[in-house]
């Protein structure tokens, strides 16, 4: 069946532009997470969905990065004013319930912002 | 943000050799995940725990939950060259549902 699915798989913004990234989870799941992952470094929590319930945005680095899920089902990271140091992949992850639950990721979107 | 302590950072084995890594923590953790990362991809699920002192098998690949559920190992037997990659242990907090991922063991084979 279909798994995660990321676009843009690429971008290359200039400083200063908003960007838009849009994630789609596997049909059913409920829980929705984004990450950060910098080169060569692990993965840093940015937000989680879970259905109707108010999203947890505790992860988010700055007021400039805002995220919504329409729905219930495709979700987009929305990143403004870009700075050189948001440059870096950013990975959707689903999973079918909170608690002991399998999370599986999309292929990422590599963002980078010169 | 908080991460695991994920070790060894990277190994070079020869092709055949078993392998190991760990990660541990101070935080106690409902659930272990255990990830592979090629280059320019998404983390692919290898073994999902869920109760302490749990061992549990895909193929090569083994994987056991700390008694004390505060860290958790991955073995994988008989190296081949396509298992070179990145893996990622990643904890479920106690009483959240955040993960908290560990910073990755680099994996080269030499065949």
């Known amino acids: 069946g279909a798994g995660v699915s990321q676009s843009p798989s690429n971008k290359v913004t200039e400083k200063g532009k908003d960007v838009e990234l849009r994630c789609d989870p596997i049909?059913?799941?409920?829980?929705l997470y984004w990450y950060r992952q910098s080169l060569g470094q692990g993965l840093e929590f940015l937000i989680y969905?879970?259905?109707?319930?108010?999203?947890?945005k505790s992860g988010l680095p700055s007021d400039r990065f805002s995220a919504e899920r329409t729905g219930g089902s495709v979700s987009t990271l929305t990143i403004q004013r870009t700075q050189q140091e948001d440059s870096a992949v950013y990975l959707c992850?689903?999973?079918?319930?909170?608690?002991?639950?399998?999370?599986?990721f999309g292929p990422g979107t590599r963002l980078t912002v010169t | 943000g908080q991460q695991l302590n994920q070790s060894p950072q990277s190994m070079f084995i020869q092709e055949g050799e078993d392998v190991s890594m760990n990660c541990t923590s101070s935080s106690i953790f409902n659930t272990w995940l255990w990830y592979k990362q090629d280059p320019g991809e998404g983390p692919v699920l290898l073994i999902a725990l869920y109760k302490a002192g749990e061992l549990t098998s895909n193929g090569r690949l083994t994987a056991q939950f700390g008694i004390t559920r505060k860290d958790s190992f991955l073995n994988i037997s008989a190296s081949i060259p396509s298992d070179v990659g990145i893996y990622f242990c990643a904890g479920q907090l106690k009483g959240t549902y955040k993960y908290i991922f560990g910073t990755g063991t680099r994996l080269k084979v030499l065949a």
């Open positions: 992850a689903s999973s079918s319930r909170t608690g002991e639950s399998e999370q599986y």
């Open positions: 969905f879970q259905g109707n319930s108010a999203p947890d």
């Open positions: 049909s059913g799941h409920t829980a």
